[in-house]
């Protein structure tokens, strides 16, 4: 079953960070976005940081723009840097992967959960004192 692989999560105190790592297990990221979400409980599933396929375009929610960065070393891992984390980041986070592959001279990137597919099971990230 080719699902991503999410991992990283813990319990961190308020201004502390967190690197989450998503590996393809199954199939290879190498030509497709990937994007980062997290659903906290009662709460809907938000996009968080999605790249593109060469790592070039990148978009983030507003909630988390300067503190989080998206990266990828392209085939098989992608990563979520997390700094400066607050209450209100504690969620269960996941990744998925675009269904098709991007063109390379793709302008804009979307970060909607419904544009992604192949999620993993989520690593759950806590932040409080």
């Known amino acids: 079953q080719p699902q991503a692989v999410e991992s990283g999560g813990g319990l961190v105190q308020p201004g502390g960070s967190l690197r989450l790592s998503c590996a393809a297990s199954g199939f290879t990221f190498r030509d497709y976005g990937v994007g980062w979400f997290r659903q906290a409980p009662g709460k809907e599933r938000e996009g968080v940081a999605c790249?593109?396929?060469?790592?070039?375009?990148t978009t983030y929610a507003d909630s988390v723009k300067g503190r989080f960065t998206v990266s990828r070393d392209n085939a098989k891992t992608v990563y979520l840097q997390m700094d400066s984390l607050k209450p209100e980041d504690t969620a269960v986070y996941y990744c998925?992967?675009?269904?098709?592959?991007?063109?390379?001279?793709?302008?804009?990137?979307?970060?909607?959960?419904?544009?992604?597919?192949?999620w993993g099971q989520g690593t759950q990230v806590t932040v409080s004192s």
């Open positions: 998925a992967r675009t269904p098709n592959r991007q063109i390379l001279t793709l302008t804009s990137i979307s970060c909607a959960s419904a544009d992604y597919t192949y």
């Open positions: 790249i593109s396929r060469t790592g070039a375009l």
